[in-house]
């Protein structure tokens, strides 16, 4: 007689649900949406003559990103959200956002030195409470510790601020 065989399914694409967002060493319970991004302050030049651009540079990097998560209850703080919550301690603190890859616990790529930029509520009727965050940070690194940045010719070299990843392989 014939037998199910269930076959596990190898993805090739990741998705939500095989990734944590850590703020610090603080994984962000009901985490909805992040959305990362560097901006290159990329501009064209213009001279005299023509009305078209004679060079396109890219003048200043900002990474930044943004975080989307539910509310919580004081009992789910206690529970999910290390007790207390997130737009409580913003003001005035450096945070590093870590995206980590729940299959191989490794760390995807980190946004140090990260400062709160500004905060909103979303409260409608009949849904959840939603909060979004909104950061800038120095650098974006890789899970080597190396910058994904590259800046391009400056005259000066600023190192970010070093994470210290030895957290990540106890996920």
């Keep these: 007689m014939p037998g199910y065989q269930p076959q596990t399914i190898a993805q090739n694409v990741m998705n939500g649900n095989n990734v944590a967002i850590m703020l610090g060493d603080i994984a962000i319970a009901f985490a909805q949406t992040v959305g990362a991004q560097v901006s290159f302050g990329t501009e064209q030049f213009y001279g005299i003559g023509t009305a078209k651009p004679q060079e396109v540079a890219q003048l200043r990097v900002s990474p930044s990103f943004s975080l989307d998560s539910f509310s919580l209850t004081s009992h789910g703080l206690t529970v ?33 030195g990260a400062k709160a930029q500004n905060m909103s509520h ?3 009727a009949n849904a959840p409470l939603r909060s979004t965050f909104a950061f800038l940070a120095l650098d974006v690194i890789d899970n080597e510790g190396n910058s994904i940045i590259d800046a391009g010719d400056n005259a000066i070299t600023v190192a970010a601020e070093t994470v210290n990843l030895a957290f990540a392989a106890a996920l």
């Excluded at 913003?90 to 590093?96: H, R, V």
Aim: glycine fraction near 14%; charge should be negative.
């Design 80 to 112: 999910l959200g290390g007790g207390q919550r997130l737009e409580y301690i913003l003001a005035g603190k450096s945070f590093e956002m870590h995206v980590i890859d729940g299959i191989t616990n490794t760390v995807l790529y980190t946004y140090i």
């Design 122 to 124: 979303n409260i409608p």
